[in-house]
């Protein structure tokens, strides 16, 4: 299988590692970062375009566009792991647009153009007979979107909610062991480089958000936008609220929430029962699926990560290569 | 697309409930129990066989076997959901091969035959060009078979480890919670009809053994059975072992492990933090899965039941529906 790959940062290089290390059957024939790409039918040197990158270069030839390598690359699948752009989801959302109708299909971490236009991406790929998957965009190594699409096929879900965000659950971890105040933790968590310089778009709980609109556009069948969601953040939290909650054998998580039936999608800072399965430390994510058949399920993993949200984009790439891809 | 279902017992009748209840475009088209059965092309009433059933009489007619069901009915797929056996994997055993030389898809629940021949029977499905699936084999209504070889199908497995039992566990639960003994335990269990009335296939870890001979058989390559598991139950652990570990903000679980490059399976109690996210309370089944990619994966849900159970199974069947029945 031919891909091409948009982005050459953590998830990108990942990728490439990944396809180094293993024998998946992967080709890549196209490849681009912000500032440079490379074409090549035959195969690009990963190796060679790995080094180059990560010794400060660019991994191609600054006369080569992401949109060249778009339009003009040979590729089976569209790679698009370019930094999400929650906004207008450009230019990722075009990319997307040009790879379907050229009839490729699409596998993406990029949360922006799924949250922003996931039924006109759908249709469209529906249109060229080819796949559009997203599970990178959710909770990154846990295979969420691949359960709720496949195992639980048969149900219908009535909740789902979580611990969607693993900088806000860092946060909140060591505010609790060690009484830290918000602004220390947020300090701890940009020194082991878990926040932005900018932590607000985790913070305020806008990516949580973000991951309930592409839940529930995509899966639940929803249409719903970020502005839809009813959201706290976690940055008014003091370590005698989750002194009070430890008392109670309680702590604060950051709870992502939708109930379908009610139309509702909220994130904010909830008082949860230790014991309860979503209590997960660090940077983790956690999940619990409410459904008719199965009961509550939870899922839990690691929601970030080079090689964690690689998995999920091979996850989805060998999805592909194993149904439609033919003598390739 | 027509199934035929053999085994009407908890199982089965949650199938055949879901598939009253909800649009799954199937029709059940032969059906059988232990003493009777019924082939009807045009679809069976499976309302009125359920009323049949559960006011205490046959399904269908005496003069229809389950082998008559299997070589003579009209259908796509094969639902096997009688009782496991674990010693020679009959009847199932032979009904399965003879489903799959007709050239059908077979879902089973059924352990025994997956544990004990999955080999051949994979090899069968391939020769004929069909799907065997068994998801409901292990841990109920968790989609852990889907995730291991869909979402998560790029990874290597290094260790994979669990809550296998829900009778053990609400035996455990209930001995820490309430200072039982075990046998106090036991007798709730069996009142509330988690445990059987001779419990030891469920406490000497036999059934959490067979869940991992079937997942290091048919995910992780292994060629096992139930003699390479090593095993210990929980009838000798006293309410004073629990306290012990209570004391250690721990607590006691049956946690069976498969390590692949060690070639280890083993079923023991052991200690295990309360923080751990394995350490669920009554008879939820949880797993741990650790990979090369995605990190350390836990799944959690209900490790039994008829309507989970069927969830597992109504899973299979669409996704060989989606996929490779046309025309039904």
Redesign the interface.
């Known amino acids: 299988m031919r891909i091409a790959i948009l982005g050459f940062g953590s998830v990108g290089r990942?990728i490439a590692r990944?396809i180094l290390a293993?024998n998946?059957d992967i080709t890549v024939t196209g490849l681009a970062d912000s500032r440079s790409g490379v074409i090549d039918p035959a195969g690009i040197d990963i190796a060679a375009a790995l080094a180059k990158k990560e010794g400060g270069g660019p991994c191609g030839s600054p006369d080569v566009s992401p949109a060249d390598v778009v339009a003009k690359a040979d590729y089976d699948v569209l790679v698009e792991v370019t930094p999400t752009n929650v906004e207008d989801g450009e230019p990722a959302l075009g990319h997307m647009r040009a790879a379907l109708r050229r009839q490729k299909h699409v596998v993406t971490s990029n949360k922006g153009p799924i949250a922003l236009a996931y039924p006109e991406l759908r249709d469209l790929a529906a249109a060229n007979g080819v796949f559009l998957k997203y599970?990178a965009t959710v909770c990154?190594?846990?295979?969420l979107i691949?359960?709720m699409q496949?195992?639980?096929?048969?149900?219908?879900i009535s909740r789902l909610y979580g611990v969607f965000n693993g900088t806000c659950n860092y946060i909140l971890t060591r505010m609790a062991e060690d009484s830290l105040t918000y602004e220390q933790a947020l300090a701890e968590a940009r020194e082991l480089g878990y926040a932005e310089a900018d932590p607000t778009y985790d913070v305020e709980g806008i990516d949580a958000g973000v991951k309930l609109v592409i839940l529930a556009n995509t899966i639940l069948d929803m249409r719903t936008t970020l502005d839809d969601v009813e959201r706290t953040g976690i940055t008014l939290l003091t370590p005698e609220a989750l002194r009070l909650a430890e008392d109670q054998d309680c702590t604060i998580r950051l709870i992502g929430e939708i109930v379908p039936e009610a139309g509702v999608l909220r994130v904010s800072p909830r008082i949860v029962a230790?014991?309860h399965?979503l209590v997960?430390?660090g940077t983790l994510n956690?999940v619990t699926v409410g459904?008719?058949?199965?009961?509550?399920?939870?899922?839990?993993?690691?929601g970030a990560?080079s090689?964690?949200t690689?998995?999920?984009v091979?996850?989805d790439?060998?999805?592909i290569r194993?149904?439609h891809v033919q003598g390739s």
């Open positions: 990942g990944a293993k998946l599970e990154g190594a846990i295979p691949h359960a496949e195992g639980l096929a048969g149900n219908t230790k014991a399965p997960v430390e956690a459904t008719d058949l199965a009961g509550d399920l939870t899922f839990i993993g690691k990560g090689m964690e690689a998995s999920a091979i996850g790439l060998l999805y194993d149904r």
